[in-house]
C-alpha cells in the first residue's frame, strides 16, 4: 500500500514526540565536533566528500560499456605520445594537444623544447582522460557530475608539471641563469609571507590603499546610520542634476569601495560627473554578537532603511535601484516585497552580476549542497559568523591556477615580488557575515532556490520577480565564477517587465564591473527585451549580438538618462553625520 505524505508527517511527529532528555546534549557534541573539525577541513565537509566518491565511483562501476571506453582512449593516447615522441625530441611537432583558453601555465616557450613538451603534453592528455572520467556516466546526475569532475580536476592541478621546479623549464632556466638567486629570493617571500600571516598583519603594499585617503575619496557625506549600515550621499559637481537619485546597494561580502575604487575607475565618480546623485550603503563589518541578524533584518535595515532615508531627502521622488552581486539579490527580494505591498518608490533596477535564479549558479554550487552547508552552518555556529579568510579560500579553490598555483610559481619558485594594486588592495579587505543570515542565504536562495520558484517568504507570505515592473538594466560578466553570466541572464525568464536590458561584459565578476571608459582591451554586447518578445536563449543571444569595444559605464549612463526626467538645480547636501567614506567601511 501506498504511503502518503500526511502518513509520513505524522510518523515524523509521533517520533518527535519521543525526545529523550539527553537529545540537546548529544546535538551539542555533535554540533561541536563537526565546528572543529570544520576548522582543519576548511569547511570542506568529509562526508560530502566520501558520499560524492563513492556515489561517481558505483556509477561507473555499474557502466561497462564507460570502462572500456576509457580502456580504449587511455590506450589511443599512449600510442599516440609514442608515436610522437621521436618528433618531439627534435622539437619538430605541433602541439598534439593544446591548454584551454584561459590556461596559461605552459605559455612560456620552455615548454615546447624536450622533454618538457613532452611532459606538459602528457598530462594535458592525463587531464582530458580524467574530464571523460568524471562526466557523461549513465545515472550520475548533472550537480554530481559537475562536482566529481572539479575535484578531479583540482587534484590534477596539484600535481600539475608547471608546479614542479625541477620539471618546469622557466623555473629551471632562472635558476641557472641566476645562481640560484631566484629561489633565494622565494624563500624569503614565504618566510615574509609565513610571518605577515601568523601575525595577522595584510600583505605588503595594501597600506597604500587607504579607504578615505587613496581609495573611496569621492567627496560625499554619510547621511543616515543604523546599526547594520551607513548611508552615504555624494556631493554633486554639476549644476544640474538628474531629479531621480540612484541607490547603490553592494554585496555585504565586501567592502562598498569596490565601486569608488581610484579616481580613475570610480563608478561613483563616473556617475556623479555626469550628473547624476548617487546614495551608497557602506555596509557594518558583523562580530560574534550580530550571530542572530537574518536576510530580513538586511532587507529592513539595509535597502528600506536607505530608501526611507532618501525620501525624506527627495520626497515624492523615485529612485534608480542598483545592486551589486549580493547585494542585487537582496535589491530583488526588497523591489518584489515593495511591489507586492504597492509601495512604488521604485523608477528602476539594476543588477550588477546579481542572480535571482541559483539552479545553476555554476562551480559555487559544489559548496552548498546539503552535506556542505550542514557542515559549514556548524562551524559558523561556533563562530557566530563566517569570516573573511574562510569564504576567500573557497573563492580561490574556484580560480587555484591563477589565485594559487601560479602565485607559488612565481612569487617562491622564481622569486618574483608582488605588486598590489587597489583592486588586489581592496580583495584582502575581508568581511564577516552573520551566521543566521548566511544559513538562510544557502538554504533558501541557494538550496531551495526559493526566490525564482515563489517559495521565499517575506512576512510570512511569498514574493515573485515577476511583480517587478519597473525597468530593469542586467549586467553580466563572460568570465564571472561567482555569477555565471547564464545564471544572471535566467532573470529574463521571472522577469515581466515592460524591458530588460541585458549587457555581457568582458573580463569577471569584479574587473568586469570595474571597466572604466579608456580601460584597454574591454568590450561588451547589449541588447533590450521588450515584454512581447519571444524569449531568446544565452547561446543564441550571444550569437546576435556583436561585441562593442570600449567600456559598458557610458551605455548604463544613456540608459538611465533616457529612464530620468529633466536635470533640475542640483542642492547641497545638509543634516550630515561625518564625511564619507564613514565609519563602518574601516571596521575590522
Not at 439 to 448: A, N, V
Request: glycine content about 6%; hydrophobic content about 40%; some cysteine.
Amino acid at each position: 500500500m501506498a504511503v502518503r505524505r500526511g502518513d509520513i508527517n505524522d510518523i515524523s511527529e509521533f517520533y518527535s514526540k519521543d525526545v529523550d532528555s539527553g537529545y540537546f546534549s548529544v546535538t551539542a557534541l555533535d554540533n561541536v565536533f563537526k565546528a572543529n573539525m570544520a576548522h582543519v577541513t576548511g569547511g570542506i565537509s568529509p562526508a560530502g566528500l566520501m558520499s560524492l566518491y563513492f556515489t561517481w565511483a558505483s556509477h561507473l562501476a555499474m557502466s561497462p560499456g564507460k570502462q572500456v571506453r576509457l580502456v580504449e582512449k587511455m590506450l589511443r593516447k599512449i600510442v599516440k605520445m609514442h608515436r610522437v615522441s621521436p618528433v618531439l625530441l627534435q622539437n619538430q611537432s605541433k602541439p598534439l594537444i593544446t591548454p584551454l583558453p584561459w590556461d596559461n601555465r605552459f605559455s612560456d616557450p620552455g615548454w615546447q623544447h624536450w622533454p618538457y613538451n613532452y611532459i606538459y603534453q602528457n598530462f594535458l592528455f592525463t587531464q582530458q582522460w580524467w574530464h571523460n572520467a568524471t562526466t557523461d556516466i549513465d545515472g550520475l546526475s548533472e550537480a554530481d557530475e559537475r562536482s566529481i569532475s572539479f575535484i578531479a580536476r583540482q587534484v590534477l592541478d596539484r600535481y600539475s608539471p608547471s608546479n614542479n621546479p625541477l620539471l618546469n623549464p622557466e623555473v629551471l632556466k632562472a635558476t641557472i641563469e641566476q645562481g640560484g638567486v631566484n629561489l633565494v629570493s622565494g624563500l624569503q617571500n614565504f618566510l615574509k609571507d609565513m610571518d605577515q600571516y601568523s601575525a595577522g598583519r595584510s600583505p605588503e603594499g595594501t597600506d597604500d590603499y587607504i579607504p578615505g585617503e587613496t581609495v573611496a575619496i569621492t567627496p560625499g557625506k554619510v547621511v543616515f546610520r543604523n546599526h547594520i549600515m551607513e548611508l552615504i550621499q555624494y556631493s554633486p559637481v554639476t549644476d544640474q542634476v538628474y531629479p531621480e537619485p540612484i541607490l547603490i546597494v553592494p554585496a555585504w561580502i565586501m567592502k562598498y569601495y569596490i565601486l569608488d575604487l581610484s579616481p580613475e575607475n570610480s563608478l561613483v565618480k563616473y556617475l556623479v560627473e555626469n550628473g547624476h546623485t548617487v546614495f551608497m550603503i557602506s555596509w557594518f563589518n558583523p562580530t560574534t554578537a550580530d550571530r542572530d541578524l537574518s536576510m530580513d533584518n538586511y532587507r529592513e535595515k539595509g535597502v528600506m532603511a536607505a530608501l526611507d532615508a532618501i525620501s525624506k531627502i527627495f520626497p515624492k521622488q523615485q529612485v534608480h535601484a542598483t545592486g551589486y552581486c549580493l547585494g542585487g539579490t537582496l535589491l530583488s527580494i526588497a523591489a518584489a516585497t515593495m511591489a507586492r505591498d504597492g509601495d512604488d518608490r521604485l523608477k528602476s533596477m539594476t543588477h550588477f552580476a546579481a542572480q535571482v535564479d541559483f539552479s545553476e549558479a555554476g562551480e559555487l554550487m559544489i559548496f552548498t549542497n546539503e552535506s556542505e552547508v550542514s557542515y559549514l552552518e556548524k562551524m559558523m555556529w561556533d563562530q557566530g559568523v563566517l569570516d573573511g579568510s574562510q569564504m576567500a579560500g573557497a573563492f580561490q579553490i574556484l580560480r587555484s591556477n591563477d589565485l594559487i598555483w601560479s602565485r607559488i610559481v612565481h612569487h617562491y619558485m622564481l622569486g618574483e615580488k608582488e605588486s598590489i594594486n587597489d583592486l588586489m588592495a581592496w580583495n584582502l579587505d575581508l568581511t564577516r557575515m552573520p551566521y543566521k543570515m548566511h544559513s538562510q542565504y544557502l538554504r533558501e536562495l541557494f538550496l531551495d532556490n526559493g526566490l525564482a520558484s515563489g517559495r521565499y517568504l517575506v512576512n510570512d507570505k511569498p514574493i515573485a520577480i515577476r511583480d517587478i515592473h519597473v525597468p530593469i538594466f542586467s549586467v553580466g560578466t563572460e568570465k564571472d565564477h561567482v555569477a555565471p553570466w547564464r545564471s544572471v541572464y535566467k532573470l529574463h525568464l521571472l522577469s515581466d517587465s515592460e524591458t530588460v536590458t541585458f549587457v555581457l561584459t568582458s573580463g569577471g565578476h569584479n574587473a568586469g564591473i570595474v571597466s572604466e571608459p579608456g580601460h584597454k582591451h574591454r568590450h561588451y554586447r547589449v541588447a533590450t527585451e521588450n515584454k512581447q518578445d519571444r524569449y531568446i536563449d544565452p547561446d543564441t543571444w550571444i550569437q546576435n549580438n556583436n561585441p562593442i569595444e570600449g567600456s559598458w559605464w557610458p551605455e548604463w549612463h544613456k540608459w538611465l538618462e533616457k529612464h530620468s526626467g529633466e536635470k533640475i538645480v542640483a542642492q547641497p547636501i545638509e543634516g550630515a553625520l561625518c564625511e564619507a567614506p564613514g565609519t563602518y567601511v574601516n571596521q575590522k
